[in-house]
């Protein structure tokens, strides 16, 4: 695949095992020019996805990219963490060296601010972490929008959730912030746990991963193994984060790519079939907290016609993807990337 001048993307993250992949993927393909990582609380504390994404930098050799720390709980919700999936240090305990990279000194609204009004070209923001970061950059700077080409967010779900029956972790995290996203007037896709869920490695490349002496590459094999689950099973877990593996036989763990996919679909979008759907966020206590309701019918009902519409985001909507095309993508890009 032949790609045009790269896309200039800031990856806002809580980074835990996928977004580590994520940005592993950021970093070593040629159609994507990272401006900036800005950090928030979600898989663990703000302070360990700081560290957690310097060290996933330094190991893919990526150039010096500011990374900037950000919010430590949610707009009005205390933290939640997950480390049960991710591990009590958010990287599955594996117990990587401690980064030699320190963050910018500024926080992460004001880097946000600055990288998206700096870039020469409109900027691809692509949020795999509650959006509390994003929300307070909107509301503060409502101005970046200008220079904002589009949001690329993985989070949501049109079907059922993993943090509640109904609502995705990234969302739930911090509903309020969700919503505010939805606001941003500028074009928004959901790569949510629709299509999330399905991008799994097979067992044999990621055997092939954790077997290179790249160290990048073999950072990626060893996340991808992360959490094995039993023969014929899915392993479940929080978030838009947690990475999701199989087993094909005895010992051969699958893993899936998890965020690394909206990565995926900012530089090969036909690999993702969207549709363009009105979505909102559920805010109100109780059981349906978080969920992204995403309006599927064909017409009108009821409700409406009683109560008269209510005015909701237009949103494309991530329904189904190719996973052959995501998976060769995202193989070809971290293993070139330690030769180029």
């Known amino acids: 695949m032949t790609?045009?001048?790269?896309?200039?993307?800031?990856?806002d993250c809580d980074t835990g095992v996928d977004d580590a992949l994520a940005l592993l993927f950021a970093v070593r393909h040629p159609g994507i020019d990272l401006r900036a990582v800005t950090c928030v609380a979600g898989n663990t504390d703000v302070d360990g996805v700081v560290r957690n994404t310097l060290?996933?930098?330094?190991?893919?050799?990526?150039?010096?990219?500011?990374?900037?720390?950000?919010?430590?709980?949610?707009?009005?919700?205390?933290?939640?963490?997950?480390?049960?999936?991710?591990?009590?240090?958010?990287?599955?305990?594996?117990?990587?060296?401690?980064?030699?990279?320190?963050?910018?000194?500024v926080d992460a609204v004001t880097l946000l601010r600055r990288e998206i009004l700096a870039s020469p070209r409109p900027v691809t923001l692509v949020p795999t972490a509650p959006l509390t970061n994003i929300a307070l950059l909107l509301r503060t700077h409502p101005e970046v929008t200008r220079n904002i080409e589009r949001i690329v967010f993985m989070g949501?779900?049109?079907?059922?959730?993993?943090?509640?029956?109904?609502?995705?972790?990234?969302?739930?995290?911090?509903?309020?912030?969700?919503?505010?996203?939805?606001?941003?007037?500028?074009?928004?896709?959901?790569?949510?746990?629709?299509v999330f869920n399905r991008v799994v490695v097979p067992a044999a490349e990621v055997r092939r991963l954790r077997a290179s002496t790249e160290p990048g590459a073999r950072l990626a094999g060893d996340l991808l193994a992360h959490r094995p689950a039993a023969p014929g099973t899915t392993a479940g877990g929080t978030g838009g984060t947690a990475v999701h593996a199989t087993v094909d036989g005895p010992g051969e763990a699958a893993g899936g790519l998890g965020d690394a996919g909206a990565l995926c679909a900012v530089v090969d979008p036909e690999g993702l079939t969207t549709h363009r759907l009105p979505v909102e966020v559920s805010l109100a206590p109780?059981?349906?907290?978080?969920?992204?309701?995403?309006?599927?019918?064909?017409?009108?009902?009821?409700?409406?016609?009683?109560?008269?519409?209510?005015?909701?985001?237009?949103?494309?909507?991530?329904?189904?993807?190719?996973?052959?095309?995501?998976?060769?993508?995202?193989?070809?890009?971290?293993?070139?990337?330690?030769?180029?």
Do not use: C
């Open 156 to 194: 949501g779900a049109a079907g059922a959730g993993n943090a509640t029956p109904v609502a995705e972790f990234n969302v739930w995290h911090d509903p309020e912030a969700a919503a505010i996203l939805l606001t941003a007037e500028v074009p928004i896709t959901m790569y949510g746990l629709d």
């Open 55 to 105: 060290t996933v930098l330094e190991t893919a050799g990526a150039p010096a990219v500011p990374v900037a720390r950000g919010a430590e709980r949610p707009l009005i919700e205390a933290p939640r963490s997950a480390a049960h999936v991710h591990g009590h240090d958010g990287m599955g305990d594996l117990g990587l060296p401690a980064p030699r990279r320190t963050p910018a000194d």
């Open 286 to 340: 109780g059981p349906a907290r978080g969920q992204t309701v995403v309006d599927r019918r064909s017409r009108i009902g009821e409700s409406e016609l009683h109560e008269g519409t209510r005015e909701q985001a237009m949103v494309d909507v991530g329904l189904e993807v190719d996973v052959p095309r995501y998976v060769k993508l995202y193989l070809e890009t971290v293993e070139a990337g330690g030769t180029r």
């Open 3 to 11: 790609y045009g001048p790269p896309i200039p993307v800031i990856i």
